[in-house]
């Protein structure tokens, strides 16, 4: 994250979905664009965030910048519903 914020200007994440894995786990679907602070070229992604909740609090995030990666380490197609 710090590589991508280095080089990005005005970098937005905005949230496409959520999705609730389990009891523990929440899935959020991110869309996210800036530009670069050299070139000025926009640049935009799909990524992903899990979220581990306990007792009512967040203990734990892990971010992807790739969503095709998350989905694959989390056993999850696009557009599937969780298991």
Do not use: Q
Request: hydrophobic share 40%; net charge negative; no cysteine.
């Amino acid at each position: 994250m710090r590589t991508i914020l280095s080089v990005s200007d005005d970098l937005h994440t905005e949230v496409e979905e959520y999705r609730e894995l389990d009891a523990e786990r929440v899935l959020v679907l991110t869309r996210w664009n800036s530009r670069g602070k050299k070139s000025g070229v926009p640049v935009v992604g799909a990524g992903a965030e899990v979220f581990m909740i306990r007792d009512g609090r967040v203990i734990g995030i892990t971010l992807y910048n790739d969503r095709e990666r998350a989905l694959a380490d989390l056993g999850l197609t696009p557009g599937a519903d969780p298991p």
